[in-house]
């Protein structure tokens, strides 16, 4: 577990990662996801065709001996 040496040194930004580096440097990277939420999209109602019926197969036994 790393030690918290100075606070606010930095000013931090939403949906961004802060990390020191192997030579000592404060790094400031993008996250993958957080930060703004995103708006919500409305739905668009798709309407799918409907296919004609096919006739419907006949089941074929086969006969023992």
Same mark, same amino acid.
């Given at each position: 577990?790393?030690?918290?040496?100075?606070?606010?040194?930095?000013?931090? =930004?939403?949906?961004?990662? %802060? %990390?020191?580096? $192997?030579? $000592?440097?404060?790094?400031? +990277?993008?996250? +993958?996801?957080? $930060?703004?939420?995103? =708006?919500k999209v409305a739905k !668009? !109602?798709?309407?799918? @065709?409907?296919? +004609? !019926?096919?006739?419907? @197969? @006949? =089941? *074929? *036994? !086969? =006969?023992?001996?």
């Amino acid at each position: 577990m790393g030690k918290v040496i100075v606070k606010s040194v930095v000013k931090r =930004k939403p949906g961004h990662l %802060y %990390y020191v580096d $192997g030579s $000592g440097n404060v790094c400031e +990277a993008k996250m +993958a996801r957080g $930060g703004k939420k995103k =708006k919500k999209v409305a739905k !668009k !109602k798709v309407v799918k @065709k409907k296919a +004609a !019926k096919k006739p419907a @197969k @006949k =089941k *074929t *036994t !086969k =006969k023992r001996r």
